[in-house]
């Protein structure tokens, strides 16, 4: 095995697997020492769902990341980064359908016309496809149709900074700073895949000319 | 001089009162044993709740509330560690941690307006006629959370006859000291400094309203509204406006601090309504402070067999 590969196996995804996990280890620890605060059950909601935000956008920097530093070895955590991402996210649901809602069925429904919880609902529903097709034997038997389907990570970040948004009581700042961040993420693609391309030719001919 | 010694009080008495409120919030959260997993989670947690001793000094406590309820306290803990005071910052526990910055002494209270007798008071002097009452009041957050807080008080009303309002007033307005050196929060414009609040003369009236200067038979901390705050306990806790310095009798119903802010969530009257949620959240549940299992909320928090009768003939579908 090449040191590469040594090093990212042994080294990289270890690493990054243990700190995607800290966030819930330390919600866990700080649930039996009884310093979540006076609403345990709240900052549990709350710590959830913005980790699963959190790691989206991780997963989504690393395209950006990886043509700005040429770190081509980045990628080789997107796939942990993403699956953290759901992982949060079905934790969100579990604790808002558990200890919010508590299972009851009437109160769940009654939630589905408010638009925070329909985009709630939407961003995770989406990333359930994403992390069925995320083994390498479903990115081989998929091919070209695997990169079309996991386009729909943009709709899941839009929707999961939207919930943000949308269940917020005047403190928008926190779902603006994501929602900011993943401006710039999607505008990086957006300038790098669609307007330079167009322009690179452009300039080529400019000085040739 | 309305406050007396910290050492009136006898040290047993807050232990005893602290065993207590662990047994029963251990008992609350053993009965509730259908959620195991967060149960078992929190449990060792409650189990080493709120030893700390309280640090504001005694207040001199003349009677009790007729409109007391006999709920369990939210323990002294959780009622100082965990509210909104956006004056600190928008985090629940951004007051506790920053409100060292408020100097509650010196303090001046401002009545004016539409009114007999204005002026201008030190604290002490606009305290020093009234007798003190514990009021044991339920407080509903618009963040569907709740508490039941020993207040410490004299009701509003006492305060507006000694002013004399003119028949122009047809409102009180309060309004929060403006000082970004004591409030940090206020150099952000989260909301329009400073925050005003204001009810209708009825309300203001009512002997359910309460200028609070305490909280747990002792001095307010900071964080709560030092040192002079308003407690309404029909409405939305946002309405109990905190650290205030000036009332003023208005004709016009003012425009409040959080209806410039977002005017379709938040309207004048904000009475506690679980058939209403203007807001993107459900207000028919609330999750009381200490338990478990969430409970249904009330309409007027509870307090409808005193207040309803002010909003007879209101559609509070309207009037929200």
């Known amino acids: ?209 | 001089m309305y406050i007396r010694k910290s050492s009136d009080i006898k040290p047993s008495e807050i232990t005893d009162r602290e065993v207590y409120r662990q047994r029963r919030r251990f008992l609350g959260l053993a009965g509730a044993s259908a959620a195991g997993i967060a149960a078992a989670a929190a449990l060792p947690g409650l189990l080493s709740a709120s030893r700390k001793a309280h640090a504001q000094a005694r207040l001199a406590v003349a009677y009790q509330s007729p409109f007391n309820t006999k709920e369990a306290l939210t323990p002294y803990k959780d009622v100082t560690t965990y509210n909104n005071f956006y004056e600190f910052g928008v985090g629940k526990s951004d007051p506790a941690e920053l409100a060292a910055s408020l100097k509650p002494h010196p303090w001046t209270v401002t009545i004016d307006g539409a009114c007999a007798r204005p002026g201008s008071y030190h604290l002490e002097d606009f305290i020093k006629p009234h007798a003190l009452g514990d009021y044991v009041y339920r407080h509903r957050c618009v963040e569907a959370w709740s508490m039941v807080v020993p207040w410490v008080g004299f009701p509003l009303a006492e305060v507006i006859k000694r002013a004399g309002p003119t028949g122009a007033a047809k409102y009180v307005q309060f309004t929060t000291l403006l000082d970004p050196r004591m409030f940090p929060g206020q150099r952000l414009p989260v909301l329009d400094w400073p925050y005003t609040e204001g009810l209708r003369m009825d309300e203001a009236m009512h002997p359910l309203t309460l200028l609070a200067v305490g909280l747990y038979g002792e001095v307010l901390p900071n964080q709560n509204g030092a040192p002079l705050r308003l407690v309404v306990p029909w409405k939305y806790g946002f309405k109990s406006i905190k650290s205030i310095v000036r009332i003023s009798f208005v004709e016009r119903q003012p425009i409040t601090t959080w209806m410039r802010a977002v005017p379709s969530r938040y309207g004048f009257y904000s009475n506690v309504n679980p058939d209403v949620d203007r807001v993107p959240w459900s207000q028919r549940y609330e999750r009381r402070i200490g338990d478990l299992l969430k409970r249904k909320t009330l309409m007027f928090n509870g307090y409808g067999a005193q207040v309803a009768p002010l909003y007879a003939g209101m559609n509070l579908n309207t009037y929200y």
């Open chain 1, 1 to 209: 095995m090449s040191t590469r590969q040594n090093f990212v196996r042994l080294g990289l995804k270890p690493a990054v697997f243990v700190l995607c996990l800290l966030p819930l280890l330390q919600q866990v620890w700080w649930a039996y020492t009884g310093n979540l605060g006076a609403n345990p059950i709240g900052e549990l909601t709350n710590e959830s769902g913005v980790w699963s935000l959190r790691l989206l956008l991780a997963t989504l920097a690393i395209t950006p990341l990886r043509r700005l530093t040429g770190w081509g070895w980045l990628i080789s955590v997107r796939r942990m980064l993403g699956l953290y991402a759901f992982t949060y996210g079905v934790l969100h649901l579990a604790v808002y359908w558990g200890l919010n809602q508590y299972f009851d069925l009437s109160l769940i429904a009654g939630d589905l016309k408010r638009p925070y919880i329909i985009t709630g609902y939407l961003s995770l529903l989406f990333m359930v496809p994403l992390a069925a097709t995320s083994t390498d034997a479903m990115v081989r038997r998929l091919g070209r149709r695997w990169q079309k389907l996991h386009r729909l990570v943009y709709a899941v970040a839009i929707l999961g900074v939207l919930h943000y948004l949308l269940l917020v009581k005047i403190d928008f700042l926190p779902p603006l700073g994501y929602g900011l961040a993943l401006a710039a993420l999607l505008g990086w693609r957006v300038w790098a895949w669609q307007i330079a391309p167009r322009l690179a030719p452009l300039g080529r001919r400019q000085q040739a000319g």
